[in-house]
């Protein structure tokens, strides 16, 4: 008999927390770089969830073998796959945005930012 | 109660709370080198869960891509600007604090409606993946159930992502690049000032590393039908070894092996083999990437066509990352330029 009440729900609210944390940091910090790696840390909490609800208990990776008769679910492991790969090329496209505003504003920080730009007009 | 299950719940859980705790020092750090360190960790631990949590592709994926790649790209980026951050206004901080709280309340609450973790009775076990299990071995032909889904089954989702990722690469080439640089006299130049060429352990160890590195990619892309692997991870591991010779042996060295317009050319080579791919089965009458009708069986069909888009997305992701890391390290090495010659000049004064 496998018992479902550990770690039940655990799982899923830790994840949240980690959700929390990468939003705090996207919304509470001013620097470019700093919120990018929220952003990193948002995503990777995603594909944890999505990992998570995938898994069955007692099931094994999904590479078909005589042996085994539970396997875990597959269709949240290739959604997640290829969006690890495409959240690296985006945020490699934010990093040269950030490149770029470092050379035209010679900062990164948000607020310092929006202070040029209300000088500027 | 199974020993293994109690072992895979605890280790799962205590993995993440170690990643929370990651994230709480991210978020707390100031210095900007040791947030991105910490991030590459968060990544491998990610990764570490993904093996318990059976999804051995994603794994290899987040270990390649998450804990290697981007760590490299934002420690490029860091070059580029600044490595510390300002504190942030206090007002603020309680604001987003309050916000976060509350959407995390949230969250929990709609997660009582959740099916429990490990349940083989949750909804989204029961639609369609009871399909690509038990009929992808006579359908498909291939153990790995991932790759079947994702070459296959759910190839235009996978063409979509390719062409993300080389759509991104190209926007990173438009904005970083090109310009502020004069060339290869650049990139010479930060090659002789790499201070790398002093380090001669990282040289030989690398030296030694790099053909490993790369017979592995080759096979994680060629044995990925039967185990874990593919053309995503492939594509990331291959990448790995020529970023790894960039770092080591500067800029230029790399560009000699592997020049621009080669590395430009495979990554748009990838996604048009992949496309052509699909164009091939509607020629012989068949829906689009519908590998059925490339060869004689359907399953010898879906074999080729499943090798075919494979080798394309490898392709366009090696080619991607390589093209992403030396729009970076050019920039640096212009940068680095720049730099001592403006030292130089006003040294002369």
Same mark, same amino acid.
Request: glycine share 8%; charged share 15%; aromatic share 10%.
């Given at each position: ?43 990777v ?38 969006a ?38 | ?47 570490t869960l ?16 998450? @804990?290697?790649?981007?760590?490299? !790209? ?7 600007? $600044? /490595? &510390? %951050? =300002? ?81 991104? @690469?190209?926007?990173?080439?438009? !904005?970083?690049g ?5 060339? $290869? /006299? &650049? %990139? =010479? ?15 030989v160890?690398?030296k ?22 593919g ?19 500067g ?74 890391f ?24």
């Amino acid at each position: 008999m496998i018992d479902y009440a550990f770690p039940g729900l655990l799982n899923y609210w830790i994840v949240f927390l980690l959700m929390m944390i990468g939003l705090y940091i996207v919304i509470a910090h001013e620097n470019l770089i700093k919120k990018i790696v929220g952003l990193n840390v948002f995503q990777v909490s995603v594909f944890v969830f999505y990992i998570s609800m995938a898994k069955i208990k007692g099931g094994t990776a999904p590479i078909l073998a005589d042996s085994i008769e539970v396997y875990s679910n597959p269709l949240p492991h290739v959604l997640i796959l290829t969006a690890i790969v495409v959240g690296v090329a985006t945020t490699a496209l934010g990093l040269a945005l950030v490149v770029r505003i470092q050379e035209s504003y010679d900062t990164i920080e948000d607020d310092e930012i929006r202070d040029i730009e209300e000088r500027s007009d | 109660m199974n020993i293994e299950i109690i072992t895979s719940d605890a280790l799962n859980v205590m993995t993440l709370l170690f990643m929370a705790v990651t994230a709480i020092a991210i978020a707390r750090i100031r210095n900007l080198f040791a947030v991105v360190m910490l991030s590459g960790i968060y990544s491998l631990m990610g990764a570490t869960l993904y093996v318990i949590l059976d999804a051995v592709d994603v794994a290899f994926t987040e270990a390649a891509v998450g @804990a290697g790649a981007s760590t490299v !790209l934002m420690i490029g980026t860091l070059a580029l600007t $600044s /490595a &510390n %951050e =300002n504190a942030t206004p206090n007002k603020q901080t309680i604001k987003a604090l309050i916000a976060c709280t509350l959407i995390g309340f949230a969250l929990v609450y709609a997660s009582f409606d959740m099916p429990l973790f490990g349940d083989p009775n949750a909804p989204i076990h029961n639609h369609v993946v009871p399909r690509y299990l038990n009929d992808s071995m006579a359908e498909i032909g291939l153990p790995n159930v991932v790759t079947s889904i994702l070459a296959s089954y759910r190839g235009y989702d996978t063409m979509g992502e390719a062409f993300v990722i080389f759509t991104a @690469a190209v926007g990173v080439i438009a !904005l970083i690049g090109r310009g502020r640089r004069e060339k $290869s /006299a &650049n %990139e =010479n130049m930060a090659d002789a000032n790499n201070v790398m060429k002093r380090k001669i352990v990282l040289r030989v160890v690398s030296k030694l590393l790099i053909p490993f590195i790369l017979l592995f990619g080759l096979y994680v892309q060629w044995h990925g039908d039967f185990g874990p692997g593919g053309g995503f991870q492939a594509g990331v591991i291959f990448g790995a070894a020529f970023i790894l010779y960039g770092i080591i042996y500067g800029l230029g060295t790399l560009r000699k092996a592997l020049p621009a317009w080669l590395t430009r050319w495979l990554m748009a080579l990838g996604v048009l083999l992949y496309a052509c791919t699909g164009v091939v089965s509607l020629i012989k009458g068949a829906s689009f990437l519908d590998y059925n009708v490339l060869a004689s069986t359907p399953t010898g069909g879906q074999h080729i066509g499943i090798l075919l888009v494979e080798f394309g997305v490898g392709m366009t992701v090696f080619a991607s990352i390589v093209t992403i890391f030396c729009a970076f390290a050019g920039r640096a090495a212009a940068d680095v330029n720049k730099v001592s010659a403006k030292q130089r000049s006003a040294g002369h004064d």
